[in-house]
Each structure stands twice: as structure tokens, then as C-alpha cells.
């Protein structure tokens, strides 16, 4: 009797952990789905800028912002996090800066923008480089010559500007949390089939 009550033991031990790793893989996978449900949900809420006049290209503050490149929202992500046996969703702050956080809640951001410097008859201007890579700078006399020192201006792309702006919340990742935790529950429901 006791041989048995001891091979009894040793199967419930491992059944225990194979069952708890069953779990585990249940639980990360309902997980993820959670995640891609969230990511696409914050994605649907972004969207493109309406046509029309300058005032229309911001969404009003408390909505989902417009999106003007598109990098906002291929820029929002899911992931697992094992240790804490969550999902991180949300944009890669690396990819696109503050501007995604300074949205959600507010605050202020580093917008970099390109304003090429316009030349005129007159004006000193680059038409060129020499044969050291040095840029050739001379007085410009003639149309052309000006049309020249404009393109040479924004080819070389050397008159980027940065400006820091305030940005009221406009929130895109909560908002599409909040309306994806109640469907949570159901996706736990008989996971550990």
C-alpha cells in the first residue's frame, strides 16, 4: 500500500507541472491576443488627416490625434513581458520620439521640420562644391543662378529647424484599453482545454 501511495505522489507531482505549464502557455497566449486586439483597436482610432483648411489637419483635443505620415500609428506595438506575466502595448519610443507620449497624456514635444533658406538676386548663396567638397559661395547675379542656390539649398537639406510645442492629450491607447477590458474575461474563459 505504501509503494503505491508513493508512485501515486510522484504523478501527481509531475502532472502538477505539467498542467502549471499548460497554464502558463494559456495564459501568454490569451495574452498576446489581448495585445492585438488593443494594438488594432488604437491603430482603427488614428486617422488619416481630412482634406480641407489648415485648422482641420489637428484632431481636438481629447480625440484620437490625425495621423499626417502614418508613423504614429505602424509604430504601435505589443509584446509579452514573462517576468510580470503581462503584454506591453503601446508605440516604440524610439521610433517615433515623444511626440506618441505627448499625445496620449499632454505635454510638450520636439517637432523638427526643414525651411529652406530662399535666395534671391543679390544674396550670397551655394551653387556648388569645389574638388575639396567645400561649398562655393558667390554673389548672385541672375535668375538662374538663384534657382540654382535654391536647389543646392534643399538638397543639402541643411536648414532643418526644431521648435518644442505644447500638445493637449489626445489620448489614442487608453481610450482602446478601456473598450477592450471587458471583452478580457471571455478570452480567459476555457483556455485550459
Not at 505627448?102 to 562644391?129: C, H, M, Q, S
Not at 526644431?162 to 500638445?167: N, Q
Not at 491607447?173 to 478601456?178: G, T
Request: hydrophobic share 35%; charged share 30%; aromatic share 8%.
Amino acid at each position: 500500500m505504501s509503494g503505491k501511495h508513493r508512485r501515486q505522489n510522484v504523478w501527481v507531482f509531475f502532472e502538477t507541472e505539467r498542467i502549471n505549464k499548460l497554464a502558463d502557455d494559456a495564459v501568454e497566449k490569451r495574452l498576446l491576443k489581448f495585445g492585438a486586439f488593443v494594438r488594432s483597436d488604437a491603430r482603427r482610432s488614428i486617422r488619416k488627416e481630412p482634406k480641407g483648411t489648415r485648422r482641420e489637419r489637428n484632431s481636438k483635443p481629447g480625440a484620437p490625434p490625425f495621423s499626417h505620415t502614418g508613423n504614429l500609428r505602424e509604430n504601435i506595438f505589443f509584446g509579452l513581458d514573462k517576468r510580470e506575466n503581462s503584454v506591453v502595448i503601446g508605440p516604440h519610443k524610439n521610433r517615433s520620439g515623444y511626440a506618441p507620449e505627448a499625445l496620449e497624456y499632454g505635454g510638450r514635444a520636439t517637432i523638427n521640420g526643414f525651411v529652406p533658406k530662399t535666395y534671391r538676386i543679390g544674396d550670397t548663396g551655394p551653387i556648388g562644391r569645389d574638388a575639396n567638397g567645400r561649398i562655393v559661395r558667390i554673389k548672385l547675379k541672375t535668375a538662374e543662378m538663384v534657382a540654382r542656390a535654391n536647389r543646392f539649398a534643399i538638397e543639402r537639406n541643411d536648414a532643418a529647424i526644431s521648435r518644442t510645442v505644447k500638445i493637449e492629450a489626445r489620448p489614442y491607447m487608453s481610450p482602446a484599453f478601456e473598450r477592450n477590458l471587458p471583452h478580457a474575461p471571455q478570452l480567459f474563459r476555457n483556455s485550459l482545454k
